[in-house]
């Protein structure tokens, strides 16, 4: 089993950075692909950004290419995802799930999540 709790979420204006972290626990989690979803009123749960277990191969989406950056620490079993040149329409709940299983860019293998945080961008 894994625990996921996320952090970081806030209100902020168009341009402004944020930074998510995503605490995990759980004797396995550190071999786990992982990646932030994020969901806006009214519409489905999307990826946003993967990462494979030991970082070496990463995941964007299209809208949050150069601007995202994803990265962990797995000495401190934390999940990051910097955010820049934030824009509106990121106004999102931010998850962070763990994929025990592989193939980390498919989102029916997240089986782990977090409760989610709230970032929201001010025109």
């Known amino acids: 089993q894994v625990q996921l709790v996320e952090s970081g979420g806030g209100l902020v204006q168009a341009g402004g950075s944020l930074r998510l972290s995503c605490a995990a626990s759980?004797?396995?989690?550190?071999?786990?692909?992982m990646g932030w979803f994020r969901q806006a009123a009214g519409k489905e749960r999307d990826l946003v950004s993967a990462i494979t277990w030991n970082g070496g191969s990463t995941y964007y989406a299209d809208s949050v290419k150069g601007r995202f950056t994803i990265s962990r620490d797995n000495a401190k079993n934390t999940l990051y995802l910097q955010m820049n040149s934030l824009k509106p329409e990121d106004t999102a709940v931010y998850y962070c799930a763990a994929n025990p299983i592989g193939a980390f860019t498919t989102s029916g293998l997240y089986r782990y999540w977090g409760q989610g945080t709230q970032v929201t961008v001010s025109s």
């Open positions: 759980g004797r396995t989690s550190s071999s786990y692909s």
